[in-house]
C-alpha cells in the first residue's frame, strides 16, 4: 500500500488541496482497526490498490469508548485476578469523539458505494457520518468522505463501576497498524486518543468462558 502523501503538522498552504473523488467512489476515514491493510482487506474480499492518503480529522479526538456488551444468556465470560473470578460485562473498541480545536491522525482510501454497505454491516453499533469537509489537507470534488462513530447505545460512559476490558489482539492490531506508518505517525496516535489509562488490555488467554 502507497501513501501518497504525510501530514504531521498543519498544511503550509492557506488552500486546501483538491481531490476528485472518481464516479462510482466514496472515501472511508480509518483511524482505528481500518488502518490495517489486512483487515481493510478482509472486509473488501480483495487486494487494495487505490490511492492512499495520512490525513487529519478536524474537530475529533480518538477514544476508547466504543462498547459491546458480552453478557449472554447462555455464557458468561470471567478474567483471574487474584485468584478472584471477574466476570466480563462490556468489551471496548475505538471511536471517535467531538472536539473543538482538535484534531486526529487516521488514513483516507476509496472504495465504491457496495463496499461501503460492507462496511456499514462490519461496524455494527457505529454510525457512518459525512466527514468530506473535516479533512484538514484536503478538500473534495465528486463525492463524500465518511467516518464511523459509535452510537449511543455503544458509547461507554467511564463512570459506571462495571467490569469492562479493551481485547488485547484489537489493541494490537491498531497499533501495529501505526507501528507499521512510523514512529511519528505511532506518536500523534498516542497524542490524540483519549481514556486508554482507564481500561484493562486483556490477553484472550485470561479470558474464561462458561456455559449456563
Known sequence: MVFLTVFFGCNKNSEKQI????????GMVGYGSLMSKNSMEKTLRRTYQDSVYLVHLEGYHRSWNASYSVINPNRDFFYLRNEDS??????????IIESDNEKMNCVLFFITPEELAEFDIREEGYNRIDVTDKINEYEFKGGEVYAYKA?????????LKDNTVLPKPYFELVTKA???????????FESSTKHLDKV???PDSDVISIDK
Open 19 to 26: 481531490i476528485n473523488i472518481q464516479k462510482g467512489k466514496v
Open 86 to 95: 471477574i466476570q466480563i460485562h462490556n468489551v471496548l473498541a475505538l471511536n
Open 151 to 159: 452510537d449511543k447505545e455503544h458509547t461507554y460512559n467511564f463512570e
Open 178 to 188: 501505526c507501528d507499521s506508518i512510523g514512529v511519528e505517525f505511532r506518536q500523534e
Open 200 to 202: 484493562i488490555i486483556l
